[in-house]
């Protein structure tokens, strides 16, 4: 059990760097407005979703070999939370490239400086949370869980900042709506 456990570990640590990296990628192809690099975001996800599914597999028969422990039948549960959660990252990370793909002809429009202090913060928080599982760090993980207020935030005066430049004509509805 614990040697297949931690390889269990080992996968879904990989796989979070996987996401981001290509979280990363998908945040530097927005501001750069470059559909090349969308693509190769859209791409990289295909690898996510088969990687997430061999981790949800390879935990099944791990449970059924009739461990008894509860801490360590939670840490698989919790692998399979966490990998749910990293996919779930991933499909964001696309949807930032799809955007791209879509719309990077029309976005003409100045993105507002907080939109990239708040995606290099989040950045900084996926890659956070998964140093802090690897580690075991416990310190660190609540100051990944304190920080997401601080995002929250960021995501507030964004969405006021656009409806601030729509109703001044500076955006066009369609962009404000996508920053929102």
């Given at each position: 059990?614990?040697?297949?456990?931690?390889?269990?570990?080992?996968?879904?640590?990989?796989?979070?760097?996987?996401?981001?990296?290509?979280?990363?990628?998908?945040?530097?192809?927005?501001?750069?407005?470059?559909?090349?690099?969308?693509?190769?975001?859209?791409?990289?996800?295909?690898?996510?979703?088969?990687?997430?599914?061999?981790?949800?597999?390879?935990?099944?028969?791990l449970l059924a070999l009739g461990e008894t422990?509860?801490?360590?039948?939670?840490?698989?549960?919790?692998?399979?939370?966490?990998?749910?959660?990293?996919?779930?990252?991933?499909?964001?990370?696309?949807?930032?490239?799809?955007?791209?793909?879509?719309?990077?002809?029309?976005?003409?429009?100045?993105?507002?400086?907080?939109?990239?202090?708040?995606?290099?913060?989040?950045?900084?928080?996926?890659?956070?949370?998964?140093?802090?599982?690897?580690?075991?760090?416990?310190?660190?993980?609540?100051?990944?869980?304190?920080?997401?207020?601080?995002?929250?935030?960021?995501?507030?005066?964004?969405?006021?900042?656009?409806?601030?430049?729509?109703?001044d004509g500076n955006f066009s509805v369609?962009?404000?709506?996508?920053?929102?």
């Amino acid at each position: 059990f614990d040697k297949r456990a931690q390889q269990l570990r080992n996968d879904l640590t990989t796989q979070g760097q996987r996401v981001v990296e290509q979280t990363l990628r998908a945040v530097e192809c927005y501001f750069d407005r470059d559909r090349a690099k969308a693509a190769s975001v859209i791409q990289a996800d295909d690898v996510i979703d088969r990687v997430d599914v061999e981790i949800e597999r390879a935990s099944i028969p791990l449970l059924a070999l009739g461990e008894t422990d509860e801490r360590k039948i939670r840490s698989v549960l919790m692998i399979v939370k966490i990998n749910n959660e990293l996919e779930r990252a991933a499909n964001c990370a696309k949807h930032i490239a799809d955007v791209v793909e879509t719309y990077a002809p029309e976005m003409v429009e100045a993105v507002p400086s907080q939109f990239r202090v708040m995606a290099n913060s989040v950045i900084g928080m996926l890659r956070d949370a998964i140093r802090a599982f690897d580690d075991t760090n416990v310190d660190l993980a609540r100051q990944v869980l304190a920080f997401d207020d601080t995002v929250a935030s960021f995501k507030r005066e964004i969405g006021l900042d656009a409806e601030r430049q729509l109703a001044d004509g500076n955006f066009s509805v369609s962009f404000a709506f996508r920053l929102r």
